[in-house]
């Protein structure tokens, strides 16, 4: 596996989100490599904005918007990435770090930066069919927690854990 160091990022809010993209390390192979990792996670990010619910639906929208994103990011790519192209980045991309760096952005958008919000909301879910009953009679499962900014209306982090390995407040 291609295994490069994340390039240092420019955290300030003049930066783009393709520059926050660029230091996420590629974890494709390199052979048969068409289209730089950050492309491909733009137009995830820009589709699942836009209603794209499957690899399909991310394929229709890189379709839709290949000539315009060819011409706006200066790029010159002959054909626009398959479902099985986005399939494959999201099995090899390392999206924790993907995660990391998109909430990195989102904050470096926010004047003063998170110091900037008064006031976080978390909110706990368990994520449906993952509830199984233990030897003792208890039962476990796989929860999600999310941080929400409430003036700004947007989720700055979440994260996944099992109930029988750990708790909401320690997640926190």
């Given at each position: 596996?291609?295994?490069?160091?994340?390039?240092?990022?420019?955290?300030?809010?003049?930066?783009?989100?393709?520059?926050?993209?660029?230091a996420?390390?590629?974890?494709?192979?390199?052979?048969?490599?068409?289209?730089?990792?950050?492309?491909?996670?733009?137009?995830?990010?820009?589709?699942?904005?836009?209603?794209?619910?499957?690899?399909?639906?991310?394929?229709?929208?890189?379709?839709?918007?290949?000539?315009?994103?060819?011409?706006?990011?200066?790029?010159?790519?002959?054909?626009?990435?398959?479902?099985?192209?986005?399939?494959?980045l999201?099995?090899?991309?390392?999206?924790?770090?993907?995660?990391?760096?998109?909430?990195?952005?989102?904050?470096?958008?926010?004047?003063?930066?998170?110091?900037?919000?008064?006031?976080?909301?978390?909110?706990?879910?368990?994520?449906?069919?993952?509830?199984?009953?233990?030897?003792?009679?208890?039962?476990?499962?796989?929860?999600?927690?999310?941080?929400?900014?409430?003036?700004?209306?947007v989720?700055?982090?979440?994260?996944?854990?099992?109930?029988?390995?750990?708790?909401?407040?320690?997640?926190?």
């Open positions: 596996m291609h295994q490069s160091a994340a390039p240092a990022v420019d955290f300030s809010a003049d930066a783009d989100l393709i520059t926050f993209l660029k996420i390390p590629d974890g494709r192979y390199r052979r048969g490599v068409r289209y730089p990792q950050w492309y491909l996670l733009l137009l995830a990010v820009l589709g699942i904005l836009s209603d794209s619910r499957s690899s399909r639906d991310l394929e229709a929208f890189a379709k839709r918007h290949h000539e315009v994103l060819n011409q706006a990011l200066g790029l010159n790519l002959k054909r626009w990435p398959t479902d099985a192209t986005f399939l494959y999201f099995n090899k991309a390392h999206l924790h770090r993907f995660g990391e760096v998109l909430q990195a952005w989102m904050i470096s958008q926010i004047r003063d930066g998170a110091a900037g919000l008064d006031q976080l909301v978390c909110d706990g879910k368990t994520l449906k069919g993952s509830a199984i009953e233990t030897e003792d009679g208890n039962h476990r499962f796989v929860a999600q927690v999310t941080v929400y900014a409430r003036a700004l209306g989720a700055l982090a979440q994260k996944s854990y099992d109930t029988h390995a750990s708790s909401e407040r320690a997640v926190l």
